[in-house]
């Protein structure tokens, strides 16, 4: 199986997870795109979706969903995004595609994060992945010097800017052993507006696929 093919099995597992009735929180990614294509199989039976980001915001669009502002919202029972890479404790790092900030929000108002992933983004450690940092722009030299004095190698992602009008900060070198309170020591730095690094509040659920299926994993 390809990589997207397992990406593509992962995306139409979290379709049993999906609350009926309910608005679903949608993340950002070539994974989570399989799963909006999933959802408009069940349009009828949920009432919307919140999204991450505008090009995921287009996609539930084109599909008839409807897409409602997060802000009025003080609830959604699930969240199903992908992830660059998770760990054993369900950390991840977050934010290959740029989205992460809004991202990080719509999570933060679900009752449960359902990761979707191919295999392949399961690692001992997170770190191989450059972690991304957004970055309000006049604050990118600050910034960058201070992700140095961590040890860090940050590098401009170039021609990119967000869905909020800044910068992304790839961070290479980092080998993150306490993604918590590495998290906590980034979003500290002036200038920051979120790093990549879900740990604080990692996934609740992880759909790993492998080519002998979808295995679903708990957060204990
Ligand atoms: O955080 C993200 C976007 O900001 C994505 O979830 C992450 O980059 C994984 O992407 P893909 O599903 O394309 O492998």
Same mark, same amino acid.
């Not at 795109?33 to 349009?43: E, S, T, V």
């Not at 722009?137 to 860090?152: D, F, N």
């Given at each position: 199986?390809?990589?997207?093919?397992?990406?593509?099995?992962?995306?139409?597992?979290?379709?049993?997870?999906? #609350? +009926?009735?309910?608005?679903?929180?949608?993340?950002?990614?070539?994974?989570?795109?399989?799963?909006?294509?999933?959802?408009?199989?069940?349009?009828?039976?949920?009432?919307?979706?919140?999204?991450?980001?505008?090009?995921?915001?287009?996609?539930?669009?084109?599909?008839?969903?409807?897409?409602?502002?997060?802000? !009025?919202?003080? @609830?959604?029972?699930?969240?199903?995004?992908?992830?660059?890479?998770?760990?054993?404790?369900?950390? %991840?790092?977050?934010?290959?595609?740029?989205?992460?900030?809004? +991202?990080?929000?719509?999570?933060?108002? @679900?009752?449960?994060?359902?990761?979707?992933?191919?295999?392949?983004?399961?690692?001992?450690?997170?770190?191989?992945?450059?972690?991304?940092? +957004? #970055?309000?722009? %006049?604050?990118?030299?600050?910034?960058?010097?201070? &992700?140095?004095? &961590?040890? !860090?190698?940050?590098?401009?992602?170039?021609?990119?800017?967000?869905?909020?009008?800044? &910068?992304?900060?790839?961070?290479?070198?980092?080998?993150?052993?306490?993604? #918590?309170?590495?998290?906590?020591?980034?979003?500290?730095? #002036?200038?920051?507006?979120?790093?990549?690094?879900?740990?604080?509040?990692?996934?609740?659920? &992880?759909?790993?696929?492998?080519? !002998?299926?979808?295995?679903?994993?708990?957060?204990?």
């Amino acid at each position: 199986m390809t990589q997207d093919e397992l990406k593509k099995a992962a995306a139409y597992a979290a379709l049993d997870h999906v #609350v +009926e009735g309910s608005i679903v929180g949608v993340g950002t990614g070539s994974t989570v795109n399989h799963f909006i294509d999933a959802l408009a199989g069940m349009r009828d039976r949920i009432r919307g979706a919140v999204s991450s980001s505008e090009a995921s915001t287009q996609r539930l669009r084109a599909h008839g969903i409807e897409v409602f502002d997060l802000d !009025g919202i003080e @609830s959604l029972p699930v969240y199903v995004d992908g992830a660059d890479e998770i760990d054993g404790g369900f950390a %991840m790092i977050k934010g290959g595609g740029g989205a992460l900030t809004r +991202e990080k929000i719509v999570a933060a108002v @679900s009752e449960r994060f359902v990761c979707i992933c191919d295999a392949s983004k399961k690692v001992e450690v997170l770190g191989r992945f450059p972690l991304p940092i +957004e #970055v309000i722009p %006049m604050a990118r030299s600050h910034v960058a010097r201070e &992700l140095r004095a &961590l040890g !860090g190698e940050p590098r401009l992602r170039e021609g990119f800017v967000t869905d909020n009008g800044n &910068l992304i900060l790839d961070v290479h070198g980092l080998s993150i052993t306490d993604p #918590v309170t590495i998290e906590m020591r980034i979003n500290q730095i #002036v200038g920051v507006v979120t790093n990549g690094l879900f740990a604080v509040r990692g996934a609740d659920v &992880l759909l790993l696929a492998a080519p !002998g299926g979808v295995q679903r994993l708990d957060a204990r």
